[in-house]
C-alpha cells in the first residue's frame, strides 16, 4: 500500500476515535506493518500536522495519539458550545496532585496529607473521571485504592505520568512566583 494512502487512513481512524489511539490498536488495523514502521508514519503525521499551522494538531497524549484544537481558540469554542470552562477547585487540584504523584493512593493516606477529609473531593474527580478505583488495600477495612486515569492524562495533555514536573521543579516554579510576588508588591 501506498505511504500516503495509509497515513490518510490512520488521520480517518483517529479522527472519528473519541479516545486517543494507540500504535497497538493501529498495529492490529494495518497488521502488514512493523510496529517500526507505524511508528514512523505516526512521527510523520505529527510533524505534517505541525507544519500546517492549522487551528487543530495531532497530539500524542495518554497512550495514543488525539487531534486536539489549539488553546488559543479555547474562548470560541466554549462560545460555539456555550459551555462554562472546565474547572477545579483548588481542594480539587489538591487531592488529584496527591494521587498523582503519590499513586496508588488511599483516602486515608491522602487525608493524612492534606490534613482534612477529601472524600467530597474525591468523589467529585471520580464522576469527571480523572481517577479511579483500582482496587482496595489489603488491610484492616479494606480502604479504596485511588489511581489517576487516562482521562486525566488527556485532560492536562501527558503523555505519561513522567510528564509531571518533579518535585524539584515544583519548588523551583514556587520560588520564582514568590520572587516575582515580591516584586509585584514593592513596585
Not at 21 to 36: E, H, N
Not at 82 to 102: D, G, H, M, W
Not at 114 to 130: E, P, T
Request: hydrophobic share 40%; glycine share 6%; with cysteine.
Amino acid at each position: 500500500m501506498d505511504r500516503q494512502y495509509i497515513k490518510k487512513a490512520i488521520e480517518n481512524i483517529i479522527f472519528v476515535s473519541e479516545k486517543p489511539v494507540s500504535a497497538q490498536k493501529l498495529c492490529q488495523v494495518f497488521s502488514d506493518l512493523s510496529s517500526k514502521e507505524l511508528q514512523e508514519l505516526l512521527n510523520e503525521l505529527v510533524t505534517d500536522w505541525d507544519s500546517l499551522d492549522r487551528g487543530f494538531k495531532l497530539h500524542e497524549v495518554a497512550g495514543g495519539y488525539q487531534f486536539r484544537t489549539s488553546p488559543q481558540y479555547s474562548d470560541f469554542i466554549l462560545k460555539f458550545k456555550q459551555l462554562r470552562p472546565f474547572r477545579l477547585s483548588r481542594a480539587a487540584l489538591e487531592v488529584l496532585s496527591i494521587i498523582a504523584y503519590k499513586q496508588p493512593i488511599t483516602r486515608m493516606e491522602m487525608d493524612q496529607i492534606r490534613g482534612v477529609d477529601s472524600s467530597g473531593v474525591i468523589a467529585l474527580l471520580l464522576d469527571r473521571r480523572l481517577i479511579e478505583i483500582k482496587g482496595r488495600m489489603e488491610v484492616i477495612g479494606r480502604p479504596f485504592i485511588y489511581v489517576t486515569t487516562n482521562e486525566f492524562m488527556e485532560t492536562f495533555g501527558l503523555k505519561s505520568l513522567r510528564d509531571l514536573p518533579t518535585l524539584k521543579e515544583l519548588e523551583e516554579i514556587e520560588k520564582s512566583l514568590q520572587v516575582y510576588s515580591d516584586g509585584l508588591d514593592q513596585g
